[in-house]
């Protein structure tokens, strides 16, 4: 095996990878070492990193390690730069290069990771690990000495942590945002969708959530459907469009009540849990934080 | 609880005794996503949707 056959399963990797993904993010350099390819650097997104580790294995017939994910959280971070959006607007991220379909909002200030550029626009990532196109003009360069996301309070499976506020003041919180519209990706106090209330909520209460239900369903510890209490995120999908859909339960004199931003009705709005549940099908309950009454 | 093979990964799932049909679990061995078909007998399958 020669350093040569590397370079080129490399490069026939590389231009698979360049056919598929309109903007590659690729810092991977390939070295022959005595225990066969090494490598240094990554690639964007996990589904990258596999493309190289089965296209390399099978081509060399040996064994190929895999590059870094430069969207895991946890990855060091002197391997991407730092950006700083200017001004106090919220930013909104699109999920294609065009800028068509909103993926989320964050609302500054924040120090945002960068990975690419092509046009007027940049590849950036939210401290919520969500990755997005936005327009590069609104970006400065930043340097900071440490990692600026290293204090960011993440929600991850299994764990439940003291809130940093009351359920009153959660609650209170959510019901002033009763009737403000629903939009699809939306992700700020004035109009957002199911998944980006229950972020923006908690977020405020110490915990940052994903962006996304999957994700979310997937934080904290699981809750039976009989034991939900206020503070806990239900999660639903449609009868019949099956779309998930998350909601939070809060207190009321008459029982636990759900608020959630919903698609149908086009708003914020409140219910009784046992109505929610019966409008839409079960399908998990999820306990993030501990909370003080 | 009772344990029951992931679809998946053949990996052991745990199913509380207050899961309701319906419900989703998370294999630990694999991270999959399990639907709970049904509660007796207990079923699982592997879940995928579209997502909002
Ligand atoms: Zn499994």
Redesign the interface.
Known sequence: MTAQALADAVSAVRSELDAHYPVLVDTTRWTWGEDGPQVQGGVLVSAQAKVYVDGLSERLAAEVPSPAVLADLGSDWTLHSWVLPLGRATLDLHRGIEGDDLQTQWTPPVILRWFARRDRRALVQLPDGTLGWMTSNRLMNAAPISDPWADVRRAAIGEVSDAEDSLEALAERARRRTGRPYLWGGNTDAAADCSGFVQSLLHQSGLLLPKNTRDQRRSGVRVAAAAIEPGDLVFVRGNTSGLGHVGLALPAEEGTQVIHSCLTRKQIVEEPLADFLGRYAFTAARRVLRWTV | MTATPCPECGGPVEV?A???P?????CDACGV?L?LVSTDPVALAVFE????
Do not use: F, I, N, Q
Request: no cysteine.
């Open positions: 509380p207050d899961a309701l319906g419900e989703l679990l998370v996503e639907e949707e579209e997502e909002k």
